[in-house]
T-cell receptor
Framework: RKEVEQDPGPFNVPEGATVAFNCTYS??????FFWYRQDCRKEPKLLMS???SGNEDGRFTAQLNRASQYISLLIRDSKLSDSATYLC??????????FGDGTTLTVKP | EAGVAQSPRYKIIEKRQSVAFWCNPI?????LYWYQQILGQGPKLLIQ????????DSQLPKDRFSAERLKGVDSTLKIQPAKLEDSAVYLC????????????FGQGTRLTVV
């Protein structure tokens, strides 16, 4: 079993749709959590950190469920420019980062 | 502020040849990472440095891969000899110290082994 698992998709949604991605992790000692975005043939870039209380940044909402060991990312009112691969990242308290394999989103007109 | 610099951007080599990649992290970032990203997969950590010391190299294939960060700043990753399955993008990232810190990535080196 992989340490961090994501539904690979692809998710194909129309503009304006709401889409949610989930990510599960196996290491209960994991301390911090992130969502990164990776455009085709580009490097990953931080989208947002995920806090225990949940956090929102514009159209993006991230949530953490420590008991069930999963994190989620919700995108509201999808834009064409949201098309990308979304990577879930989990850090242990030793600072080791583990990436999921990503979920691919395509937003269509 | 300058980002993470990597070179070369692209490299094509024959199997059994050797290759080296270079990375210069963001100034002041003590932590440096090398990742391997195979097409369709997420980045896989190869090695993590804290200054010039190795924090984690558990997934580095040490029979053919080596990395160093002698002065605690820039770093090189070497593959010798290369195999076909080493074809991937090699990403360097750096961050400040701490588990909650953002990692900044370079543009990567796309390696093709033929």
């Amino acid at each position: 079993r992989k340490e961090v698992e994501q539904d690979p998709g692809p998710f194909n949604v129309p503009e304006g749709a709401t889409v949610a991605f989930n990510c599960t992790y196996s290491n209960s000692a994991s301390q911090s959590f992130f969502w990164y975005r990776q455009d085709c043939r580009k490097e990953p870039k931080l989208l947002m950190s995920v806090y225990s209380s949940g956090n929102e940044d514009g159209r993006f909402t991230a949530q953490l469920n420590r008991a069930s060991q999963y994190i989620s990312l919700l995108i509201r009112d999808s834009k064409l420019s949201d098309s990308a691969t979304y990577l879930c990242v989990v850090n242990t308290n030793a600072g080791k980062s583990t990436f999921g394999d990503g979920t691919t989103l395509t937003v269509k007109p | 502020e300058a980002g993470v610099a990597q070179s070369p951007r692209y490299k094509i080599i024959e199997k059994r040849q050797s290759v080296a990649f270079w990375c210069n992290p963001i100034s002041g970032h003590a932590t440096l990472y090398w990742y391997q990203q195979i097409l369709g997969q997420g980045p896989k950590l190869l090695i993590q440095f804290q200054n010039n010391g190795v924090v984690d190299d558990s997934q580095l294939p040490k029979d053919r891969f080596s990395a160093e960060r002698l002065k605690g700043v820039d770093s090189t990753l070497k593959i010798q000899p290369a195999k076909l399955e080493d074809s991937a993008v090699y990403l360097c990232a750096s961050s400040l110290t701490g588990v909650n810190t953002e990692a900044f990535f370079g543009q990567g080196t796309r390696l093709t082994v033929v």
